[in-house]
T-cell receptor, first 114, second 114 residues
Framework: AQTVTQSQPEMSVQEAETVTLSCTYD???????LFWYKQPPSRQMILVIR??????QNATENRFSVNFQKAAKSFSLKISDSQLGDAAMYFC???????????FGTGTRLQVFP | GAGVSQSPRYKVAKRGQDVALRCDPI?????LFWYQQALGQGPEFLTY????????KSGLPSDRFFAERPEGSVSTLKIQRTQQEDSAVYLC????????????FGDGTRLSIL
């Protein structure tokens, strides 16, 4: 069975600095997708960034980028120029290519200090 | 509508009561998912619909949980004879037909069983 592990329950960063959130996963599949979702106190899951396993190039969305290491089954999220609005729970998620359900990690709470 | 709509936003019920949670997906989205998120945890998959067909209900924790999507749009998650361990946030997500499209989440329903 596929699993997703986030080993950092909490992280903190100073405003304008850079922070990296870690995620590892376990799968025997070759076709899959990886995601980072942000969940503020409003509870809505907001997609931050996604990566297709068949793409070697790391995904980037403005201040957010990933370091995708397929052989190591690692998928970390880097947030550059952190802003107060980035404070939230961040969940790493896996989706097998042939089915659509998401498998989530336990989350990392990110605090941003001014 | 513009996004996935869930109602009610909060639900309090006494143990043993039946509850019904509603999800109105984004118009035209074929796939609909229900997830359960316990306090401090990541969401866990409950069930998946493609149009009106329930293709995967492997995540439903017991036969007290029942979901339907009779006309392929609005979905209802029903929990019978609620128990305290059913207290959680229930998230609904929808996505279009294409496999590479991400899921869009609603704000969830926070269910509290007294």
């Amino acid at each position: 069975a596929q699993t997703v592990t986030q080993s950092q329950p909490e992280m903190s960063v100073q405003e304008a600095e850079t922070v990296t959130l870690s995620c590892t996963y376990d799968t025997s599949e070759s076709d899959y997708y990886l995601f980072w979702y942000k969940q503020p106190p409003s509870r809505q899951m907001i997609l931050v960034i996604r990566q297709e396993a068949y793409k070697q190039q790391n995904a980037t969305e403005n201040r957010f980028s990933v370091n995708f290491q397929k052989a190591a089954k690692s998928f970390s999220l880097k947030i550059s120029d952190s802003q107060l609005g980035d404070a939230a729970m961040y969940f790493c998620a896996y989706r097998r290519g042939l089915t659509d359900k998401l498998i989530f990690g336990t989350g990392t709470r990110l605090q941003v200090f001014p | 509508g513009a996004g996935v709509s869930q109602s009610p936003r909060y639900k309090v019920a006494k143990r043993g009561q039946d509850v019904a949670l509603r999800c109105d997906p984004i118009s035209g989205h074929v796939s609909l998912f229900w997830y359960q998120q316990a306090l401090g945890q990541g969401p866990e998959f409950l069930t998946y619909f493609q149009n009106e067909a329930q293709l995967d209900k492997s995540g439903l924790p017991s036969d007290r949980f029942f979901a339907e999507r009779p006309e392929g749009s609005v979905s209802t998650l029903k929990i019978q004879r609620t128990q305290q361990e059913d207290s959680a946030v229930y998230l609904c997500a929808s996505s279009p037909t294409r496999r590479d499209q991400p899921q869009h989440f609603g704000d969830g329903t926070r269910l509290s069983i007294l």
